[in-house]
């Protein structure tokens, strides 16, 4: 079955230290994976999708990921976190099937200063 | 652009009541759909519409209706809540059905059923 998995609910990183969110997927053909971000009251914003092509994809707010096939992993990076990434992070597969995308759990990230 | 709107933002109902969530995009989108979020489960759709006059279910349909007139509305009728639909609703548009289309989310609908 299709699925996503986001091992973290909850990562604590000071402000300025590196970040690295984690996403596993589940899908038997090419997967479209896109990361969200969902600021505390807001709807989710798209920070970046892969396709195909490159397997590492940059996005907004200075975010890239890296598609690994072998690992079935779509990691979310950050080099330098800034108090203001504090949010929840969602990880998504597009599929073809009836629900377009399957959505990780979340991981819900805190920004210590 | 206003992008997606949904009305309102927060909602108290009691069990039994009815009331239907608004959801209104303004970029010409052909798909929508409504998800609800619940801690620890992500998101999950409810129902979706790939374009006027259709529409299909998803994942937790039981509980709710949708209809799609126009290409802009797409609202959600709870008929009788329940507690257990308490949660966060997000209703949101692409601009087609393609997997490599961006889905645009409205700021959510917090809905409490007491």
């Known amino acids: 079955a299709q699925s996503v998995t986001q091992p973290d609910i909850h990562i604590t990183v000071s402000e300025g230290a590196s970040l690295e969110l984690r996403c596993n997927y589940s899908y038997g053909a090419t997967p479209y994976l896109f990361w969200y971000v969902q600021s505390p009251g807001q709807g989710l914003q798209l920070l970046l999708k892969y396709f195909s092509g490159d397997t590492l994809v940059q996005g907004i707010k200075g975010f890239e990921a890296e598609f690994k096939r072998s690992q079935s992993s779509f990691n979310l990076r950050k080099p330098s976190v800034h108090w203001s990434d504090a949010a929840e992070y969602f990880c998504?597969?597009?599929?073809?099937?009836?629900?377009?995308?399957?959505f990780g759990t979340g991981t819900r990230l805190k920004v210590l200063a | 652009n206003a992008g997606v709107t949904q009305t309102p933002k927060f909602q108290v109902l009691k069990t039994g009541q009815s009331m239907t969530l608004q959801c209104a995009q303004d970029?010409?989108?052909?798909?929508m759909s409504w998800y609800r979020q619940d801690p620890g489960m992500g998101l999950r759709l409810i129902h979706y519409s790939v374009g006027a006059g259709i529409t299909d279910q998803g994942e937790v349909p039981n509980g709710y209706n949708v209809s799609r007139s126009t290409t802009e509305d797409f609202p959600l009728r709870l008929l009788s809540a329940a507690p257990s639909q308490t949660s966060v609703y997000f209703c949101a548009s692409s601009y087609s059905e393609g997997l490599d289309t961006e889905a645009f989310f409205g700021q959510g609908t917090r809905l409490t059923v007491v």
């Open positions: 970029m010409n989108h052909e798909y």
């Open positions: 998504a597969v597009g599929t073809s099937g009836t629900y377009k995308y399957i």
